[in-house]
């Protein structure tokens, strides 16, 4: 199944692309579609927290990606 994804912040930085369309098996989880990402970009993948949005909202990572889904990918935020 095609999924949109979009990367923000450093991750932009990171992949060289705003956003794109992955190829990812149907029933693929969040956690898995974070691990897919991180496979695919190793600066991705050395960072320890990775923040995943579905359509807009932070799920749990066993929740399951549908096709036509926006996946967002965030680094952490720190800040005061």
Do not use: W
């Amino acid at each position: 199944m095609r999924v949109r994804v979009k990367y923000f912040a450093s991750f932009r930085d990171m992949t060289g692309k705003t956003e794109e369309t992955l190829d990812v098996p149907e029933g693929v989880t969040v956690e898995g579609f974070r691990e897919h990402v991180k496979g695919l970009y190793e600066k991705i993948a050395r960072r320890d927290q990775v923040l995943v949005a579905v359509n807009g909202v932070f799920m749990p990572l066993r929740t399951v990606v549908r096709e036509g889904d926006d996946v967002a990918f965030f680094p952490p935020v720190s800040g005061g």
